[in-house]
């Protein structure tokens, strides 16, 4: 009994904020526009009994889905975002990884501070963060300003409101969850590990290839899903960072919501992108599950 | 048939494997290894035996290549190893965690030395499987370090640092994580293997039963220095100092001023009006010097009445026995309140026995039982 309702709370929790939420997202996708508050039909109308249920689900149809494969503009914001997402999650694995490598071979008195370096800026708002980021990499930006001050370049780059741009944000707003689980994994490695296989006839970077890398891998897949899964959806860098050619789902789904009003078709993306992340999510989830049956 | 006694240290002829040459260590202010010099011979089962933070890992480290002497210098088979980094040396270690590679199987473990080296595909196969046999591991060759008992990854350890056929084998430690009965047994498993493949051996340990039993030669170790080298029974019945002396084994330490009798004759004067101990001893003292007399508690004769004839006797009060089952060891009060440890086989049941608490004994030894040491 104890247990049937240790167990019930999270799966109450899941359901209040997620199964519910998502059931209700579903049925608007399945509706159609209306001038109307809330802007789609069918509303379920339980006054009129039996008869208003059965005209309620009449009147579902998966049109909308229909819609977004025959518009190209969804599968390439999808196609785009995926990319977006990848190549922002493979830099900063290589951005994260030397910084968590640094951090677990810091002297012990000196990696709380580091850690607390790492973790600063999330006490700072995200938005003011971006803005910041506008500022450094306009054209007449502080980059641009110094850069041509060192005589590196004659005239400012175009980094800000190109994909560029949204690739550093995403790198930079993501940073901590690449270098978190990677510098946990590093830090819990033996240090005798790679002194065996030093003695054993490595070189240090052969030693540090087949041990160390070998080693940090559940790290680096926690870290590499970390960033992949939020930034597949992001919104808010490329709006505010990205150009008019930068297409992101995330992007098309503010538009279609708020801009067209049309609830139904943003309703249809945002499913077809949870169905796109859940493959990523139960991969990852796997991941940690193996992780913990192997430290038993 | 005669056998040869394994001793190459006693023959001027033989170059020896390993040489330090007034090596000096330190890291910091801090001094590990203070002005050393030893030498170790090639088939030789050595022992560095210390209490912790004396200085026997980091001269194990700075053979295997981890730490360089900040002044000396070590050869390896002649051969100046300043400039030679850990993977590039014929020495293995097998170091005190292990430090098994926990993504990689057994087998894996084994071969991963080999593989370093270039080695054809069946012929590691074949060396892999040769190390799982002398280690008793075949049956394991295909699980994961986390899957096996403390004693089956010792000895992973050992197979893994010996496959490579190394010149010199380095052990840490190696039997520290094991209980009492697996790791008697693994000593003699140790030697035999040791033995078998004909490797040099040095271990670091501070079990001082452990190196007794391995080792061909002892080297006790305190402060970065080497106190005395010698073999095991040698280190035992011969210390060169009351350190080594109270260092291994039980002993009774007393403090006196040495008179010199005869030759190697000495009378130790170790109270007022009590007769001094009479010794031998090689050593050369003058009259009136502080000396100390060494004695080990089985070299202690216990009677009830004065023995006849005994060079050394002395009356005193039981005050306390220790039964540790095989034997009893007495704690004796001598005149003047210096306490002495006598131990005694028990040959009869302990109902029989013929001494109990405050009973008036006579403790004595012979002129060569204990030893005469100045410091």
Partial sequence: MRRLFLISVPYLWLLALFLIPFVIVLKISLSDTALAIPPYTPQLDLTTGWEGIKSFFGALDFENFVWLTEDDLYWKAYVSSLQIAVFSTLFALLVGYPIAYAMAQAPEQWRATLMMLIILPFWTSFLIRVYAWMGILSQEGLLNQFLMWLGVINEPLIILNTNKAVYIGIVYTYLPFMILPIYSALEKLDGSLLEAAEDLGCSRFTAFWLVTIPLSKNGIIAGCFLVFIPAIGEFVIPSLLGGSSTLMIGKVLWEEFFANLDWPVAAAVAVVLLLILIIPIILFQRNEQKQREAEQ | ?375
């Fill in chain 2, 1 to 375: 048939m005669t056998q040869t006694v394994f001793a190459p240290w006693e023959d001027p002829n033989e170059t020896p494997l390993i040489q330090f040459k007034g090596v000096t260590k330190r890291f910091g202010t801090f001094t590990a290894i203070d002005n050393l010099t030893q030498d170790i011979y090639a088939r030789e089962f050595f022992a560095l035996l210390g209490p912790s933070g004396c200085g026997k890992t980091t001269m194990m480290r700075m053979l295997a290549g981890f730490e360089t002497p900040t002044k000396g210098q070590i050869l390896i088979a002649g051969q100046d190893m300043a400039n030679v980094p850990p993977n590039e040396r014929a020495v293995n270690m097998m170091f005190q965690s292990y430090a098994l590679f926990p993504h990689l199987s057994i087998w894996e473990n084994i071969a991963f030395g080999l593989k370093r080296m270039k080695m054809p595909k069946d012929e590691m196969n074949a060396r892999v499987d040769e190390m799982l046999r002398l280690t008793r591991l075949s049956k394991f060759a295909k699980r994961k370090p986390h899957q096996i008992s403390g004693g089956q990854r010792q000895r992973v350890a050992l197979a893994r640092s010996l496959a490579r056929a190394p010149k010199l084998l380095l052990l840490d430690e190696p039997l520290g994580a094991l209980d009492k009965k697996l790791r008697e047994e693994t000593q003699f498993e140790l030697m035999d293997i040791q033995e078998k493949t004909g490797t040099t051996f040095v271990i670091v340990t501070h079990d001082q039963e452990e190196a007794m039993t391995v080792a061909s030669r002892v080297a006790v170790m305190d402060d970065g220095k080497i106190m005395q080298v010698s073999t095991p029974d040698k280190i035992y019945e011969e210390p060169n100092s009351v350190y080594v002396a109270d260092f291994i084994g039980d002993v009774n330490i007393i403090e006196g001023t040495a008179k010199k009798t005869s030759e190697d004759g000495y009378d130790i004067l170790w109270h007022d009006g009590q007769e001094p101990f009479h010794a031998k001893t090689t050593r050369q003292l003058s009259d009136g010097q502080k000396a100390f007399v060494a004695i080990r508690p089985e070299k202690i004769g216990i009677s009830p009445e004065k023995p006849e004839g005994a060079m050394n006797a002395v009356k005193g009060k039981i005050i306390d026995i220790g039964y540790l089952g095989n034997i009893s060891t007495y704690h004796v009060e001598l005149p003047g309140g210096v306490m002495i440890k006598a131990q005694q086989t028990n040959t009869r049941r302990l109902s029989r026995r013929t001494f109990t608490w405050e009973d008036e004994v006579w403790l004595s030894w012979t002129l060569t039982a204990g030893s005469v040491l100045e410091r």
